[in-house]
């Protein structure tokens, strides 16, 4: 969910426990707000699509327009007191009682499954004579107090009557004992029960159960256990009521009713409010000598149940289930969710069996010792929330997951729901490889919902066509300073990555490609005023997703990202071509002029290091020249990327304009960069994939920018300002962690000052506070991930094998968290690894050098070039060697001197092109000379 509408949701979840308390429940804890439905789909108020895998209520489909038009029309016509004479409810009548065998011929209208199970007992009392009610164990049959008497295993605080009897749902799936056996053994017990009805002097008026055992958790009794148990009721005087509310309605796949499965005949059948898809009615269905019996000795009638509108919905309802095939359609998509569910549990240890048949499946999760497993059943249905697919889970031990779906569910959604319960499943498993379910064992929630931690309630699916959706997969996105799990986000695949092409393709050649750019840069200038306005947001996620201390980002990262939008807004209008004057052609004068148009579609592919400030560095000049962009960000570090998405929604950019595909490398950047829709690539990164990207860019001459990183030098003269310069360097070395493409890794100094620069330096490294990004005295925190801490630990030991001097740090500070110590090497040979190659961590490598030759050498010794920096107070040299070092930016006294005013980008291995300033529109840019012969 975006955070606007987390927030939104906890302020409604807060005003419906201040007016309705906490006890009535809700399916999630998480705060889902549902503001729209159809067919199977639920949309949050976030815009994300819920795929409704558990709700049986909406019958033919959420807000099913047949349905709608139906009591509308109604609604605006006629709507009345049951006890005037109206057509709709006899109407109703008869089309109901049609689906049930001839036998039941009368209905009684109800508003809700309670009232008619709670009227189908008075019957039954009526009829007996008796007060005794066996019920099947751990079901659910409605809330009045007369019910409650009857519900075990629920919280309900009446104890079971007096007069109840509950009985234990053979079950030929857990029970390994031989079917008849298991078959004596309950209806000995039924037998027993009915016995001791007797004995206590209630006697036997019914007997009340759901032919499906749903709540139980979908069992499955031997064959004959039904048929056996309504002779017993029935041989003792009593009258059977089977409760319909959840089976009822073709789910079984096999029959319209969920008893004709058993080949019985109740003499009460109870209906809820599938009936009206969801609008109040139910009822109870019986024979004409008990209506007679129980109507001539008690008035009964109800207010509404059966009122003209439900009655619409009634019919609708039952019209549209014939009309569309809904039982046959259940009873084919069963079969077939049947068997790929059963092949899914085959091969999981952890699901034991499928249960149910038709729309209606379970699926019983066991523990490792094949004791209930709860906990993970309870992981899968918030999981499969956060992947977008409604389900929940039942059974007295709360084991089994319930699929439920209304019946209009097609093929389509049943594999959606395969590919998310599959992708859940092999998550579930990777988690307990990881060290088991933790406490409460629940799929995590956004980070912040436990105390301590910051809270950021950032989105976590895909930002696509102007709405977030979820997907198939996602992947865990790790808090650097404790390597606890801070949320999971979605992973795009390759369709995802389509759909997000093909949206800003439609963005690109609809509105937006022809916006003005006055337009453009209003956008623009609004994003950079929610970047302020969430300021201290953005630079606490930054913190809490890369592990930087949070002062950086809130004083570099985030204003440099604002800065960078108001730069480009600035732009957005301003963007000329020329009028160029020739000889004319063929004699004849002519008037030739050049326009700058858009590429088209940019994919921008952002680092970890400081994903929000480079994502603007990307997008803002795009958007200002026109295109259209899809960012994906880097998976060590999406969060403030999605958060950026959040506001770009709220800035009201055009769907479509600005796509964010988190995901994997090797999956959603690749196949980002092979789409043949894409027409510029700008990517930051490591050399090895700019190269890939490189060659696969050049298949098919899309535009790239590559900043690739570096090595960069720091060069300190023998005239240079000491104090200074090793503040600077400092700074360039151990500024947000080292992991900086232009950090001033090679500290070359001249041998006066070497010694000197070298025990400042190691000093500096010590001064540094390593610790929580949170706590304002911290100067360095963690590296993003272990798997770099490990990288940067190796080339820490290899300085050290290759005979560099340690002069500072050089280990880990602490255990928890990817920490380690700012790093400093003496004496490092101008051809040692870590001279040349590029750490990404706090690790400087200081060489002497006796003359400025020497220095230019050894600064243009390595494949990089980025950026340098020289130390020195000889304006002319500065000028001098600031032309001769290979670089695409030189600082002159000072570290970083970074603007989005000023071109960035390197020379050899450290990339293609530039962005920023004027050379960002023209890298966002083709241009057209237009040449008209006068
Ligand atoms: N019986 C069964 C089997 C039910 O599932 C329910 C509730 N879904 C009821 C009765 C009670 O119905 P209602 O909530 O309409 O009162």
Redesign the pocket.
């Known amino acids: 969910m975006s955070t606007s509408s987390v927030w939104e949701a906890r302020a409604l979840r807060a005003r419906r426990a201040a007016v309705i308390g906490p006890y009535s429940p809700m399916f999630y804890d998480e705060p889902l707000h549902v503001v729209s439905g159809h067919d199977v789909w639920l949309t949050g108020s976030d815009g994300v699509e819920y795929l409704d895998a558990y709700n049986n209520v909406p019958h033919v489909g959420h807000c099913n327009p047949e349905v709608v038009r139906a009591i509308s029309e109604q609604a605006a016509k006629l709507n009345v007191h049951t006890r005037y004479l109206h057509e709709p409810v006899v109407e109703y009548a008869e089309m109901l009682l049609a689906t049930f065998a001839p036998y039941l011929d009368k209905v009684f209208l109800t508003n809700?499954?309670?009232?008619a199970?709670e009227l189908a007992l008075r019957i039954a009392r009526q009829h007996t004579g008796a007060t005794g009610v066996l019920v099947t164990d751990f079901?659910?049959?409605?809330n009045t107090t007369a019910l409650a008497e009857l519900t075990t295993g629920l919280p309900v605080k009446e104890p079971l009557g007096q007069h109840v009897r509950a009985l234990r749902i053979p079950d030929v799936v857990a029970d390994s004992r031989p079917e008849h056996v298991v078959l004596a053994e309950a209806l000995e017990a039924a037998a027993a029960a009915i016995a001791s009805l007797r004995a206590a002097g209630h006697g036997v008026s019914a007997l009340l159960f759901?032919p499906l055992f749903s709540?139980e958790g979908l069992l499955q009794p031997p064959a004959g256990y039904v048929e056996g148990l309504v002779a017993l009721v029935h041989g003792a005087g009593g009258l059977v009521i089977a409760?319909e509310?959840?089976s009822g309605l073709g789910r079984s796949g096999s029959h319209f009713w969920g008893h004709e499965v058993h080949g019985i005949r109740p003499d009460l059948v109870t209906m809820?409010?599938p009936l009206g898809n969801g609008h109040p009615l139910?009822g109870v269905v019986t024979t004409t000598a008990l209506l007679e019996e129980f109507g001539s000795a008690n008035l009964y009638f109800n207010t509404f149940a059966g009122n003209p509108v439900s009655a619409a919905a009634g019919m609708a309802v039952l019209r549209e289930t014939a009309s569309r095939e809904l039982q046959s359609r259940a009873a084919e998509l069963g079969r077939h969710a049947r068997e790929v569910l059963d092949k899914l549990a085959a091969e999981r240890p952890s699901v034991r069996a499928v249960r149910g048949s038709g729309l209606f499946f379970g699926l019983e999760f066991v523990d490792d010792d094949g004791g209930a497993g709860a906990a993970r059943a309870k992981w899968v249905v918030e999981d499969m929330l956060r992947r977008g697919v409604l389900i929940s889970k039942i059974g007295p031990r709360e084991n089994v997951l319930k699929i439920r779906p209304p019946m209009v569910f097609e093929h389509e959604h049943l594999d959606l729901l395969v590919d998310r319960l599959t992708a859940s499943l092999d998550e579930l498993e990777q988690v307990e490889a990881r060290g088991g379910l933790r406490s409460g064992s629940a799929a995590p929630d956004v980070a912040g919902a436990s105390a301590g931690t910051p809270d950021i309630g950032v989105s976590t699916g895909l930002f696509i066509d102007g709405r977030w959706r979820s997907g198939s997969r996602t992947f865990d996105v790790l808090n650097p300073a404790d390597g606890s799990l801070l949320t999971r986000v979605t992973a795009a695949d390759e369709s995802d990555v389509d759909d997000a092409v093909r949206s800003a393709r439609r963005a690109f050649d609809g509105e937006w490609g022809q916006a003005a750019g006055t337009a453009r840069a209003a956008v623009l200038h609004r994003i950079a005023d929610l970047i302020e306005r969430d300021a201290d947001r953005l630079a606490r996620l930054e913190a809490l997703d890369i592990g930087k201390p949070v002062g950086q980002p809130a004083m570099l990262d985030v204003p440099n990202a604002a800065a960078t939008f108001r730069h480009f807004a600035g732009w957005a209008d301003k963007i000329t071509g020329s009028a160029i004057p020739t000889d004319g052609y063929f004699g004849r004068p002519t008037h030739s002029y050049t326009v700058r148009e858009p590429i088209g579609v940019v994919a921008a592919i952002i680092p970890w290091n400081t994903p929000l400030m480079i994502a603007a560095w990307k997008l803002a000049p795009a958007l200002a020249t026109g295109n259209t962009v899809v960012v994906k960000p880097a998976e060590d570090a999406p969060l403030s990327i999605l958060a950026l998405a959040e506001l770009v929604q709220e800035a009201g950019v055009p769907a479509g304009v600005v796509n964010v595909i988190p995901g994997l490398g090797e999956e959603a950047g690749a196949a980002l960069v092979r789409h043949p829709e894409v027409d510029k690539i700008s990517f930051t990164g490591s050399p090895e994939v700019g190269r890939q990207i490189g060659r696969v860019a050049a298949e098919s001459f899309k535009r790239v920018t590559l900043e690739l990183g570096g090595k960069s030098p720091q060069i300190v003269l023998a005239d240079a300002d000491v104090e200074a310069a090793v503040q600077g360097i400092a700074l360039g070395l151990f500024f947000n962690q080292g992991e900086v493409c232009a950090a001033g890794t090679r500290v070359l100094v001249h041998r006066s000052l070497y010694d000197q620069v070298v025990e400042a330096l190691a000093g500096a490294a010590n001064g540094q506070v390593v610790g929580d990004p949170f706590d304002p005295q911290t100067t360095m925190g963690a590296l993003v991930s272990q798997e770099h801490l490990d990288r940067v630990l190796s080339y820490v030991d290899r300085a050290k094998d290759e005979g560099a001097r340690l002069v500072a740090g050089g280990g880990r500070p602490r255990g928890e968290g990817y920490f380690i110590q700012p790093t400093v090497f003496a004496d490092v040979a101008r051809d040692a690894t870590i001279a040349r190659e590029e750490i990404f961590g706090p690790v400087g490598a200081v060489i002497p050098f006796d003359d400025v030759e020497e220095a230019i050498e050894i600064a243009n010794e390595t494949e990089y070039g980025l950026a340098a920096t020289i130390w020195t107070r000889d304006v002319s040299l500065a000028h001098t060697l600031a032309h001769e070092v290979r670089a695409g930016a030189v600082w002159v006294n000072g570290w970083a001197a970074i603007n989005p005013a000023l071109p960035w980008g390197g020379v050899k291995t450290s990339g293609v092109g530039r962005e920023l300033g004027w050379s960002g529109i023209l890298a966002n840019t083709e241009e057209k000379v237009v040449t008209i012969v006068l």
């Open positions: 809700s499954g309670s009232e199970n079901s659910y049959h409605g759901d709540t409760d509310v959840q809820g409010k139910g």
